[in-house]
């Protein structure tokens, strides 16, 4: 069964956002101790600078490292229980194995040599600790740096505590900037043009930064502040702010000294902000990932604080650093808007400040409205021709829509137990598509745990939803179970629509479970009342299961009417708008067509546009599933080299799901004669060499390479193709489209056939690796920037 999962630049480390100060004594000593151990955890207060220079060491070790490195930020996760799923997804891994979570990330991680970080643990330490000592326990060549405000407590664990940044002497002028005082320098000239640390101000500044005990977040919020003072002002009610504030603490330790220097530096920055400044500044906390204004203009307005004044606070917010832009995620969202963040102890901060000011359950209760909403859209729209658009909105929400998990599923909120259930169960599609599936379930668990009774509606969704992702994990007996158990809720209800999909989705359990009598059964018994209510979504899920059922029975022309039945349910088909449901049957008819002799070209067709369907879903198994078909056509046709290139290029993919082809024993004998046949027809050295190149590729150019039928990934073949590298008459086409005309218009301001038009079309999508309008318009739009 074809699983999907959302890509992404998985373990990419991020890009400096601002130049990285000093600490050269600190890197040196963290090369020493990565070396030595296979554990090494930077400790030190929040602030203190543990993840930026984590992520510089990170950076100067990764030659030591074949596989590179993985950046896994902890913060927005709370749940312990979910810390592996946050590494998988980290590490590009679909929820799609049977087992646990932590066990498919160990299986992974033990052929990988890598460098694993692991960001903000102490919320997480006991759960962190375990999970270390697991990886360098079971994986020869990974090695774990962690950042946190304490120890894991971990065997074979080296502690590094991070200082602050170093502070200069008051009687030795001539010597070399400390750093703290180079970070202030450079912090304060980006906001206050020109200014420059001399020897009129130099008291002053180190002054400050001696009172901020060389903390760099410290040191960069009061920067901030010279766009409003001079220095020596600056300064001086610094020192009478922390005098007031000292004055509480009579003793402690240099760290907790550290620690309440910070606070009291944030306490001072929230004081100097306006009261819209510090209430958007509490209420944004509630975010656990990043945002737009838009969220923050539904989720943040009440009292002193207008709905019309969010865009301009939050940019106040950015110029005082207490928001930071958050990078762009990579998505080919024409038009995306920019998102923000709040670094952990800012927003520990802000999180304080609500619960104290009164409105933290009303902002809450927005908060979750807010994702409530967006989940309920998905679900009733999941088949729209904006699917995309919406999925990726929610991958770019996945932190905050766990967060509302968490806080409608908890013990402390049971009056919102409702909303958590229709949260968990209307993103069954999301689950599904982001291949998320054993975070989906996790879910659903909670929410079976809250409403125990026999004959809930909420009951009786979680358990169909869950008895369909159990389908798609391949756990064929708990599925089947939990599918029969909702159904039969769903039927002493009276509910048409939960007993149609209900029976959907057993009937995909049945099939997975091997019991092909009883799924047709279940699929004669969902379409009754699916068709009774027009459920166009339920009747699309239902085609592509009953192709796939009749493909596995070996009915071909079958599951081939079926494909064709499920996607004439689309309407016009000349440009794929709606990629899953119709990216799984042109997968299935792929599959199908390749049996049959005589029908490479069509069967050639269909599998392209499966394969650019998945791509731009993200869906690593259905592209893995393409580029095998493109092989074993390759292969029957002689041509080795093309064989082997895609075979090379599907297995890394094949690595991160855990399986090759489902296991599948017909399936394994076809990879198998293509690999055997193309080795002896190359050599194993040439084979060798192009089946491990093929898979260092990047996933667009492998895309690129596979629809435009090329032999040998050429320079200009393997790098996706540009909108300049069009023919002229395509590049008049793909003008004409991303203006807004229709096909038929085209055709006719063009005099050419409506055909040739839909041809044209699909020859440039496959060129640019691409599957509709709104991606070829992004294109262009950067071709055309770039050449100015």
């Not at 895309?703 to 073949?717: N, S």
Request: glycine share 8%; with cysteine; net charge negative.
């Amino acid at each position: 069964m074809i699983v999907s999962h959302a890509t992404g630049q998985h373990g990419r480390l991020p890009a400096e956002t601002s130049e990285f100060v000093g600490r050269a004594a600190e890197l040196r000593r963290i090369d020493v101790l990565l070396h030595e151990r296979r554990l090494v955890t930077l400790m030190g207060p929040g602030g203190v600078g543990k993840t930026r220079l984590a992520l510089r060491a990170a950076e100067e070790a990764a030659p030591s490292y074949l596989d590179g490195s993985c950046l896994v930020e902890l913060s927005a996760v709370r749940d312990p229980e979910l810390l592996p799923h946050a590494v998988a997804g980290r590490l590009g891994l679909p929820e799609q194995s049977p087992g646990s979570q932590l066990d498919a990330v160990l299986t992974h991680l033990r052929e990988r040599h890598l460098l694993l970080i692991l960001d903000t643990c102490e919320h997480l330490i006991d759960a962190c600790a375990l999970f270390a000592e697991a990886v360098i326990t079971e994986t020869p060549l990974v090695t774990v740096l962690a950042t946190s405000r304490e120890s894991l407590d971990v065997t074979g664990e080296s502690c590094y505590a991070v200082p602050p940044l170093g502070l200069p002497d008051n009687d030795k002028p001539g010597r070399a900037p400390a750093d703290a005082i180079e970070l202030f320098a450079l912090r304060a000239s980006a906001v206050a043009g020109g200014f420059a640390v001399t020897g009129a101000n130099r008291a002053d500044a180190i002054r400050l930064c001696q009172r901020l005990e060389g903390i760099p977040l410290a040191i960069e919020l009061a920067a901030v502040r010279l766009r409003t003072l001079p220095l020596a002002e600056l300064a001086d009610r610094l020192d009478q702010q922390l005098d007031r504030r000292l004055a509480l603490m009579a003793d402690g330790n240099r760290g907790d000294v550290r620690h309440r220097t910070l606070r009291d530096a944030i306490g001072w920055s929230y004081d100097l902000c306006t009261p819209a400044e510090r209430a958007l500044w509490a209420r944004l906390s509630v975010f656990a990932g990043s945002f737009g204004v838009d969220a923050a203009e539904e989720v943040c307005p009440s009292g002193e604080l207008s709905r019309g004044e969010i865009f301009e606070t939050v940019v106040r917010l950015v110029d005082k650093s207490v928001l930071i832009r958050a990078e762009p995620d990579g998505s080919e969202d024409a038009g995306q808007l920019a998102r923000y963040r709040m670094l952990d102890t800012i927003r520990e901060f802000g999180a304080e400040q609500l619960a104290a000011s009164g409105a933290e359950t009303d902002i809450r209760d927005r908060f979750v409205d807010r994702y409530l909403a967006k989940a309920r859209y998905f679900g009733e729209h999941l088949l729209d021709d904006d699917q995309l658009e919406r999925f990726r909105e929610l991958r770019r929400e996945h932190a905050n829509i766990r967060a509302a998990l968490e806080y409608t599923l908890s013990a402390d909120h049971r009056e919102r137990d409702g909303d958590g259930a229709e949260l968990a169960t209307a993103l069954y599609g999301y689950w599904h598509m982001s291949g998320l599936l054993r975070e989906g379930r996790y879910w659903l668990a909670k929410v079976l745990e809250r409403f125990p009774g026999p004959s809930s509606p909420e009951r009786c969704r979680a358990l169909i939803v869950r008895g369909y992702l159990g389908a798609m994990q391949g756990e064929a007996r708990e599925a089947v179970a939990d599918a029969t158990e909702g159904t039969a809720i769903a039927v002493e209800l009276g509910d048409l629509q939960l007993i149609g999909r209900g029976h959907v989705y057993l009937t995909l359990a049945l099939t997975i479970d091997g019991r092909y009598e009883e799924a047709r059964a279940a699929a004669a018994a969902a379409q009754r009342p699916l068709q009774t209510l027009d459920d166009r979504i339920g009747l699309a899920i239902l085609d592509v299961h009953l192709a796939h059922l009749a493909h596995l029975a070996g009915d071909l022309d079958g599951a081939l009417g079926f494909v064709d039945q499920g996607i004439a349910r689309f309407g016009d088909t000349s440009e794929i708008k709606e990629r899953w449901a119709q990216g799984w049957a042109y997968a299935i008819a792929g599959l199908a067509l390749f049996w049959q002799p005589g029908r490479e070209a069509e069967t050639a067709q269909r599998t392209s546009k499966a394969l650019l369907a998945k791509h731009e879903l993200g869906d690593i198994v259905g592209m893995a599933y393409c580029l095998e078909i493109h092989a074993w056509l390759a292969d029957r046709a002689g041509r080795h080299v093309r064989a082997t290139w895609l075979l090379g290029a599907a297995d890394p993919l094949w690595e991160r799901t855990g399986g090759r082809l489902g296991r599948t024993a017909a399936l394994e004998h076809v990879h198998t004669r293509a690999s055997d046949a193309a080795r002896e027809a190359l050599g194993g050295k040439r084979f060798a060499t192009l089946f491990a190149e093929a898979g260092k590729h990047p996933i667009d150019q492998v895309v690129a390479f596979a629809i435009d039928d090329a032999d040998e990934p050429t320079a200009g073949r393997a790098k996706q193709q540009a909108a300049g590298q069009l023919t002229d008459r395509e590049a008049e086409i793909a003008d004409l489209a991303v203006k807004g005309m229709s096909n038929p218009q085209i055709a006719g301001h063009l005099f050419i056939s409506r055909r040739t038009v839909d041809a044209h079309l699909q020859h440039i999508y496959a060129k640019l690796g691409i599957s509709s309008r709104g991606a070829l318009a992004t294109m262009m739009r950067r071709d055309h920037a770039g050449q100015r």
